[in-house]
């Protein structure tokens, strides 16, 4: 059972204890904090406090519990992308990276050490069956819920997974935590930041992390020069404020040239695209979609779905036409593709453009 020390983790270890199962609780130690008071506020997986309430549930609900150091490996792949994504120009998403490679990745080998037969975790989520084949499935919850982090996941994965909470409500989670005696637990806020980035801020984390980049030049989609930039990686796609330019109107981060250090400035309107291109793709069931490539796509967590069609497969990138323009297309970001509420397939944004 992998904990947090949340309230979503803890109440799904309370489940898993009253339909009988035997729990092994895990906990990760992932990333030091730069600041100390990043340790004193709520930080997921990188803070002391988390941790060590995690532990203190598993003590009180009567289960072992583990604290795994996972620093290096994390360090090695997630923190080693981001940086690296970011100097490339594009926007990185680590959370994608961290679920499949550590959660499900570090995790399924310790799992194995354990002699467990399942991993459980606290994300609003769900698994079906359909074709032979295990999908992930939106959660009960639409606001709450995280497949759109969970698109990299194996069948193989799914198989030996199981979501408490893909049924409940976060209202219904935080009646069954104070029902149990966890009010306080019940009451926790929500932490929505990167668990490494110090005050949510990833320009402070490059440059702490050695990430310099100079100024270079603003320019608009003619090419003519509006200004002058802090440095590409400072940058992303539908960024406005913190420009540090007036140009007597909006103007978005339309398009970050890395290699010549060159930031394009646009319209809002000039955002918005149909085509989009995605590599390192994941199909759940490739036959199913190429028999009908009509699906629904995410192009960001928060962004609703919106119909489109695949209209090129290849053997590690597809092209797809969204029924209307969706805005702000971000490389480096997931592209996640549903039928229905099956999540059947994903993707890193490569451009807005075949």
């Known amino acids: 059972m992998a904990m947090s020390g949340g309230i979503d983790s803890s109440v799904a270890a309370i489940l898993l204890l009253q339909q009988g199962f035997e729990l092994v609780g895990v906990t990760f ?5 730069i600041k100390e008071s990043c340790i004193a506020r709520e930080k997921g997986c990188c803070s002391v406090e988390s941790i060590m309430e995690a532990k203190y549930l598993a003590q009180q609900l009567g289960f072992e ?19 690296d994504e970011y100097m490339q120009g594009r926007t990185p998403n680590p ?16 799992a194995e050490q354990f002699g467990c037969e399942y991993i459980a975790t606290g994300h609003y989520a769900r698994i079906a069956q ?7 499935q939106n959660a009960i919850d639409t606001h709450k819920d995280q497949t759109y982090f969970l698109w990299m996941l194996t069948e193989e994965n799914l198989k030996r997974t199981i ?3 893909g049924e409940l409500t976060k209202t219904e989670v935080r009646q069954i935590a104070a029902d149990n005696g966890f009010y306080k637990l019940s009451q926790k ?7 490494f980035v110090p005050d949510n801020d990833y320009r402070i984390f490059l440059a702490q992390q050695g990430c310099q980049v100079e100024s270079g030049k603003y320019v608009d989609s003619d090419g003519n020069m509006l200004g002058i930039h802090q440095g590409y990686c400072y940058y992303t796609i539908g960024q406005r404020k913190g420009l540090g330019i007036a140009l007597g109107e909006p103007r978005y981060v339309s398009r970050i040239d890395a290699q010549n250090n060159i930031v394009t400035l ?6 918005y695209t149909s085509h989009i291109c995605a590599s390192e793709i994941r199909l759940r069931d490739e036959e199913w979609l190429r028999s009908d490539p009509h699906v629904e796509v995410r192009i960001r967590y928060r962004s609703p779905a919106v119909k489109a069609e695949i209209v090129d497969f290849n053997h590690d990138t597809f092209q797809l036409v969204t029924s209307v323009p969706v805005w702000g297309v971000t490389p480096g970001q997931s592209l996640v593709i549903y039928k229905d509420s099956l999540l059947v397939g994903g993707g890193i944004i490569v451009n807005s453009k075949f």
Not at 29 to 33: G, H, M, N, Q, V
Not at 266 to 271: Q, T
């Open 65 to 83: 519990h583990h604290i795994l150091d996972y620093r290096q490996i994390f360090k090695d792949t997630v923190i080693r992308n981001f940086l």
């Open 130 to 136: 359909l074709h032979n084949h295990f999908f992930l």
């Open 163 to 165: 979501f408490p909470l």
């Open 189 to 195: 806020k929500e932490s929505q930041e990167i668990c």
């Open 266 to 271: 646009d319209s809002h309107d000039a955002l």
């Open 95 to 110: 959370c994608v990276l961290c679920n499949s490679h550590i959660k499900w990745g570090e995790l399924v080998r310790t």
């Open 29 to 33: 130690r992932t990333f030091d904090s």
